[in-house]
């Protein structure tokens, strides 16, 4: 994880802090060459801010801004030491939770909750870090003790779920929430509290058993009903819905519900039943016109692409006469203008008309999103094969700052890339990377457009340089294992490669289809089957399809490897992967 780039407000803000909070000595005083602390009840304490406390303050920070979290933190959690101070100690410990290192994050949090042991964080980081450490012993009788002796019982509730969920092991994290809240069981805020642990845990069945816990002893609980709601689709979608139904019946101004009952049926497809639910609710409160947009992006799901744009072009008149009655600084009239100029963009793309695409981007005024439909009015000039004003678009931006500038440069490689036009695209960030060495996007697009063209060793040397300077680059990590495992060499180095990448990233599709490739080498047919499905869960694309079919057809499973080959070249017809498998394997598909 890379540090935000925010490290210097946050220098100067210390200083400042310890200028202000913390005592210097008086001007007609001598000065003390050993440093004074003046304890003060319920302050920070006050301290000499002497010029070695200010150099080991820069320093702790320089480091981090270097990458040294590890160096960041044990000089922090030594000033913290020193100084008494629990705002350093906080300090020490996100920084070795930055670097991951949770022994020192451990000592930080303990010398924190040490320094401001009435303070909830401190205390939540240090309990939770001593649990994932394996250290549970006592926690739970820790936190039944603070809920039953709490003056305020749902706030202790409330903390306690939120140190048992800073916890690794979310299993775990669950046994000892479900032992801290024995003493409540008619409490409903607990019951929702163990439906989330279980849910983070992976017990589904348990989260949706303990939401409708809840909602039994607070029926009219819309936060029960959102859980009965999202936990139970994944269980049984039919009641969940039926029960969101019937609570909607009696609670029919739940806006928040409603929504969300609209974003699921809507991603599940089921359009007609989500448009029934807007349309109540537009019966009920008319004056709603955000519940237009809203019906628009149910029929832009739908491809109900004519609803869609008539609900915009009333909503954008509503929108317009609100901007001519109220300055635009005192509305969000302008953002609401240019999401439904967005949706219209999308619109415009689905039915192939980029033309009408631009038209719609031209007419966004919202500054903040100036640059975002340029580069995308760029990207569609090149689509239309217009290169020359693609790049007259973006040569016509005014990058104000240096992550603009890297944008420009990546998105004028990809149109010439897209347009075949592989050697000028090179060119491009080959400039680019002189003008902005040591970027990581620059380097790794570099890398994958030299891979393009065989210069396996280029590609090799980009990448790794990728890794130097983003260590978290989960995509550098699994570009260069992938390649290592396609081209079947030094297959133990891929394989490192890979962890590495599942580690940062273990739901990404690209590297999950890369692990089960790796499994398919070393013939371990039924592992890579278990990655590449749930790559293609995430990912149909024709190249996951054409890996995923072949870790089938491996283990006799023909007429699944055929079904999926199927839907790959329904949705990518010239796939050279899938084509070529295909054609290996003396494979035709009607």
């Known amino acids: 994880m890379r540090f935000p780039a925010s490290v210097f407000p946050v220098v100067l803000a210390l200083v400042v802090a310890h200028e202000t909070a913390w005592a210097a000595p008086p001007a007609a005083a001598p000065v003390d060459p050993v440093e004074t602390i003046h304890l003060r009840s319920g302050e920070p304490p006050a301290v000499n801010l002497s010029p070695d406390l200010l ?22 959690l030594s000033l913290a030491h020193d100084t008494l101070d629990p705002r350093l100690a906080q300090r020490a410990f996100r920084m070795a939770m930055t670097a991951r290192n949770l022994n020192l994050a451990l000592r930080s949090a303990r010398e924190w909750v040490l320094l401001a042991p009435n303070d909830p964080e401190a205390v939540a980081a240090s309990l939770a870090l001593s649990a994932s450490s394996g250290q549970t012993e006592g926690l739970a009788r820790t936190l039944a003790r603070r809920i039953q002796s709490a003056d305020d019982q749902d706030q202790a509730i409330v903390q306690s779920a939120d140190i048992v969920g800073k916890m690794t092991d979310k299993r775990l994290g669950l046994e000892v929430l479900e032992k801290a809240l024995a003493g409540v069981p008619n409490s409903p805020l607990a019951h929702l509290a163990l439906a989330d642990a279980a849910w983070a845990a992976g017990e589904s069945g348990r989260a949706v058993d303990e939401a409708r816990k809840a909602q039994a002893l607070d029926p009219d609980s819309q936060d029960a009903a959102q859980r009965v709601l999202e936990y139970g689709l994944k269980v049984d979608p039919a009641r969940a819905i039926r029960d969101t139904y019937a609570y909607l019946n009696k609670h029919p101004n739940q806006r928040a519900l409603q929504l969300l009952l609209v974003s699921r049926l809507t991603s599940r497809g089921s359009y007609d039943q989500a448009l029934a639910v807007l349309d109540q609710m537009r019966q009920r409160t008319p004056e709603d016109f955000d519940l237009l947009y809203t019906e628009a992006e149910v029929n832009t799901r739908a491809g109900r692409y004519d609803a869609a744009k008539a609900l915009l072009a009333e909503y954008l008149t509503v929108q317009k006469s609100r901007r001519k009655s109220i300055a635009d600084e005192s509305t969000d009239a302008q953002a609401d203008t240019s999401d439904a100029r967005l949706l219209l963009v999308q619109i415009a793309e689905r039915q192939h008309d980029d033309q009408e695409a631009i038209r719609q981007l031209q007419m966004i005024d ?3 999103l100036q640059f975002q439909a340029r580069t995308h009015e760029a990207v569609l000039y090149g689509k239309m094969g217009n290169l ?11 990058p104000t700052d240096r992550h603009e500038r890297i944008v420009i440069q990546l998105t004028l490689a990809s149109i010439y890339r897209d347009a075949g036009r592989t050697d000028q695209a090179v060119d491009i960030l080959k400039a680019a990377d002189l003008a902005m060495p040591d970027t990581p996007e620059i380097k790794y697009d570099l890398g994958m457009l030299l891979h393009q063209q065989g210069k396996t060793a280029e590609f090799e040397q980009l990448m790794r340089r990728v890794i130097e300077l983003d260590p978290d680059n989960a995509n550098a990590y699994n570009s260069l294992g992938y390649t290592l495992v396609e081209q079947n060499r030094r297959l133990q180095e891929a394989r490192d490669l890979l962890e590495h990448a599942l580690d940062l990233e273990p739901n990404n599709p690209y590297v999950l289809d890369s692990v089960g490739w790796y499994l398919f080498r070393i013939k371990d047919y039924q592992g890579a089957l278990e990655y590449l499905r749930r790559s293609y869960d995430q990912l149909q694309a ?13 283990l006799k499973r023909h007429t699944e490897a055929r079904d999926v080959w199927a839907r790959g070249l329904k949705d990518d017809p010239k796939n050279e992967a899938l084509i070529s498998t295909l054609k290996r394997l003396g494979v035709r598909l009607p």
Not at 388 to 398: C, F, P, Y
Request: no cysteine; charged share 25%; aromatic share 8%.
């Open 55 to 76: 150099f080991r303050i820069l320093a702790a920070e320089f480091s981090a801004q270097k990458g040294q979290y590890d160096d960041a933190s044990q000089e922090l």
């Open 366 to 368: 919202e500054p903040s």
């Open 388 to 398: 020359t004003q693609a790049r007259a678009t973006l040569d016509a931006i005014k």
């Open 542 to 554: 024709a190249d996951v399809a054409a890996h995923l079919g072949e870790a089938l057809w491996m």
